[in-house]
Structure formats: C-alpha cells, structure tokens
C-alpha cells in the first residue's frame, strides 16, 4: 500500500506529540549551563497526499482554538484514523540547535530520549523528514523542574471527558463519528487539576490514557479548549496486536507509570482516575511498589449508567488494590474530589 500510494505522490509527514524532559539545572542557581539534561521526543511519520488547489491546510492545537477555523469543527473522528504509518522513515528532531536522527518503528512512531540541556519550561523541538519538502512539525516539550515535589498523573476517558468508552458500540460512536467538538467535559475537574498545580508551580501534568494516538491532536484541542491545563498525553496505538485484537490499557498505564517513576524520581504524584475501569487498582499497585511517590489518589466515580456503558454493570469494575498508607478520595466530580483533598490537608 505505502509504495502504491507514494508512486501516486503522497510522501512521508511526520506530526509532533507533546513530550516532557528534565534537567538537573535548578533556576536559582549561578549557573545557566547543565549536564545531564533529556526530552523524550514523540511523534509519528505517515503517508499524506498531495494538497489539492483550495484545500484547507491542517492547523495546529493553538491556531484552530484561535481561528475557530471551519475545517477543524468539521472534522469527525474517524478521519484521524485514515492513515498509512511510514515505518523505518529517518526523522530529524532538533533541540536546541542540536539535530538528532531517529527512526519511526513499525508503526511510523518515533518515541526516543535524547540529551538536551535546557531551561525549565516548555520548549518547542522541531521535526523534520529528511528529503521530502513538507513543512517541519513541532512538538511542545515540557522541562521539569528539580526542585519541584509533586506532579499529576490524570486519566482522559471519563476523568477528563465523558465519553462512554470501552464499550464497543459506544467506542465506535465516539472514535469515529462523533464530532470531537461534541464530547463533554467532567464538570469541576479543570479546576482540580488547575489547582493543584496554582499551589505547586512548575508541577508537570501527564495525562495517561488508553486512547490512541491519532487522536492527541484533538485530545489536546479538548483541554485547551475547556481549560485544562496543558501538559504532555502519553497514549496508545490503535488496532490489533501480535498477541491480540486489543491493547491491554492495564499494562499501558503501569509501564508508564513506572517510567515516569524512574525518569522523575524526585516528583511525588497525585493520580487522578475514575472508577469506570481499572484506575484504582493500578494506582493502588503503583502506590504499593513506589509508595514514597504516590501522594494521593483521586477517583471520579461514575453513575450507575456510566458503568453500564463503561463496562456493563451498574457498580465499579475494581475497587483499590494497594497500599493503605497512600491517601485516596472518591466522589463524582472534580468539585468534590478538590473539597476532599483540602479537607485532608492534601493540596
């Protein structure tokens, strides 16, 4: 298919997600040089055709936010998943100045750590394929503090928004029909999440999800658009794996979640989640293997209904897995949940 389509002209475009990184520099001291400083760059390559005469140009997160631009309205999901993945493509990531070769995988996804000794905040790293005319991409990267002590790590399906997943007819509904602009987001929970970083400035945000990754465009549109704060998604790939139809969400969130144990040890977590799935007890388990890093829980609980359309039963599919000693609030928005952690002098 891939050599079909680029004898026809289509060529190689490579979209940047947004990543995060860490540098040993803290602001205050005397120096502003650093050693040992990294980003995890994310992004993938796929096949695009030429542009026809007229043809809107895709735009990115902040522009259609600013634009309002009509093409972005009118894009349904499923156009997010009508891709050729370009694996084995070389990608050029510039950082700094500095230009590093990677490659896509198998599935056209560049995921790789590189050395960067930058400032703390966000940072634009430029993407490029070599040989190919298409303009570069740029994927915002966040630079963590050292000396900051707390993070969050915040689920996206039913924490951030309402979306019903993963029963299959409902999941088909919302990957691919529904208009992105038409999800709705969990009343309170931007401003739980907003607050828990205004009393610890510089506290990165990662939203861990099962979704896939040719949605993180529109995932992104999402909370900017809703006021979330800003922050890196790390997702999944779509579609059937070597061993099966599906991707294990379970294992998904764990690995990235002992990733982001060991990249960032000095980061001591809050871990927001629902009760729809598997949330709980992975954060438990997370609590128990690294419970100097888990700071408290918080888990959005769904109706009734939304556990039917979650799971198919009207009650949680698990219930807290871990360690006791990790503090952890229930309750059905973001609202609550805020009231409970500043009740129990958490925030």
Not at 301 to 327: C, M
Request: glycine letters at 10%; hydrophobic letters at 40%; aromatic letters at 6%.
């Amino acid at each position: 298919m891939g050599r079909l389509l680029r004898a026809r002209g289509w060529h190689p475009t490579v979209t940047g997600f947004a990543g995060y990184g860490f540098t040993p520099h803290r602001p205050d001291a005397p120096s502003a040089e650093a050693e040992g400083g990294w980003v995890r760059v994310l992004a993938r390559v796929v096949l695009t055709r030429p542009r026809r005469a007229g043809e809107p140009v895709d735009v990115t997160p902040d522009e259609g936010e600013a634009l309002g631009s009509a093409a972005v309205k009118a894009l349904r999901g499923w156009r997010s998943f009508v891709t050729v993945p370009v694996p084995g493509e070389p990608v050029i990531a510039t950082v700094d100045g500095a230009a590093h070769e990677l490659v896509s995988d198998r599935g056209g996804y560049v995921d790789a750590v590189v050395p960067a000794d930058l400032a703390v905040g966000v940072h634009d790293v430029t993407l490029s394929v070599p040989g190919h005319a298409g303009p570069e991409a740029v994927a915002r990267t966040t630079v963590v503090d050292p000396s900051v002590e707390r993070g969050i790590v915040c689920d996206i399906d039913d924490t951030v928004m309402i979306t019903a997943l993963p029963r299959p007819l409902i999941a088909f509904w919302n990957t691919f029909v529904l208009y992105p602009q038409a999800r709705r987001p969990v009343p309170g929970m931007a401003t739980l999440l907003s607050t828990i970083q205004q009393n610890h400035p510089g506290s990165p945000i990662i939203y861990l999800s099962t979704g896939a990754w040719n949605v993180e465009p529109a995932l992104q549109r999402f909370v900017a658009r809703h006021g979330f704060p800003s922050g890196p998604m790390l997702l999944t790939d779509w579609g059937p794996t070597n061993t099966g139809w599906f991707r294990s969400g379970r294992e998904h969130k764990r690995a990235a979640l002992a990733r982001l144990a060991h990249e960032l040890p000095h980061v001591v977590w809050v871990l927001v989640g629902d009760d729809g799935q598997h949330d709980p007890a992975v954060y438990g388990e997370f609590a128990s293997e690294h419970p100097r890093l888990a700071h408290a829980i918080a888990i959005r609980q769904l109706t009734p209904t939304e556990q039917v359309l979650s799971h198919g039963l009207p009650v949680p599919v698990t219930s807290r897995a871990g360690d006791a000693s990790t503090p952890e609030l229930r309750g059905p928005d973001g609202l609550v949940l805020l009231r409970q952690l500043r009740g129990a002098g958490l925030l």
